[in-house]
């Protein structure tokens, strides 16, 4: 098995999010990992420019989709796995513990009683230090809530696609104030993933450059260690904590949660359409960011 790859990504500069293809170059099987539905919040409207970007690449390369991969139940991009599936066949995994997200959100969203938050949805749940293949590739899951209880990272060769959970250096970390997560979990997950070799590429989900560089999204579990603004080495998870907590206060709820976590709860797919034949999204009023 190759240790090295070049993964490409697609940077969506509308909500800063990064997707990812990886191929088996001997064979040309690939994943797709955090793929993004374009989402007009003013009009309501679904479109599929970035994620017919990746079709475009999958297809220009000769590339044949056998993973479609969520990190997550991301609050701010759409997910785009459903599309993706309809057109390449792939199937859609995401980490086992989607189960407790999607209660919880079943819950605040009040959702129809046909959703059944057992993660069947999903084509795969997978378990912590599970391995699947893409081609002659191995790859793991690694379990690393936090930001939420569901979060995942994958391993293959000296790559591993962290999601939400570490972002660049100068960046530092994801939040832990959404509903089910947790700032402690979060240190150790990160922690447990900084144990990797240091030479390991960290790919991330997102990247919000500051001081006007342009977008940035891949990194070394070395050079996270000595520079991660948030949880460089010598840093205590009682102070990351304290930092944590004092920054999350701080910050508002992402533009596109509410439409975001109803879509991908469901891997990607829409609401059932009601007797009109139209699917609709919910606001639910003086919920989220209520003390």
Request: charged letters at 20%; proline letters at 6%.
């Amino acid at each position: 098995m190759r240790t090295s790859l070049t993964p490409q990504a697609f940077f969506d500069s509308a909500t800063w999010t990064v997707t990812y293809v990886v191929a088996d170059p001997d064979t040309g099987r690939a994943a797709i990992i955090d793929p993004v539905l374009d989402y007009d919040f003013k009009s309501g409207c679904t479109g599929t420019a970035s994620a017919d970007r990746v079709l475009d690449y999958v297809r220009e390369q000769g590339l044949h989709v056998e993973w479609i991969l969520e990190t997550h139940a991301h609050a701010d991009h759409l997910s785009g796995a459903h599309y993706l599936k309809e057109r390449t066949g792939g199937k859609i995994a995401i980490g086992e513990h989607i189960r407790a997200v999607q209660s919880t959100f079943k819950a605040i969203f009040n959702l129809e009683h046909s959703f059944a938050p057992d993660g069947s949805q999903f084509d795969h749940l997978l378990k912590d230090g599970e391995t699947f293949r893409i081609g002659n590739m191995e790859m793991s899951a690694l379990h690393v809530p936090g930001h939420t209880p569901a979060d995942m990272a994958y391993r293959v060769g000296d790559a591993v696609f962290v999601g939400d959970t570490l972002f660049m250096p100068d960046v530092g970390t994801a939040r832990a104030d959404f509903p089910g997560g947790d700032a402690h979990q979060l240190y150790r997950s990160i922690r447990k993933l900084l144990l990797l070799p240091a030479q390991t590429r960290i790919f991330v989900c997102h990247d919000y450059p500051p001081g006007g560089r342009g977008p940035q999204w891949e990194t070394t579990v070395g050079e996270q260690r000595r520079t991660n603004i948030h949880v460089q080495d010598g840093i205590s998870e009682e102070a990351f904590v304290a930092m944590r907590a004092a920054r999350d206060a701080t910050l508002g709820m992402p533009t596109l949660i509410l439409p975001s976590i109803q879509v991908n709860i469901r891997a990607g797919g829409l609401p059932p359409p009601e007797e009109n034949g139209v699917s609709y999204l919910k606001i639910p009023v003086n919920v989220l960011g209520v003390d």
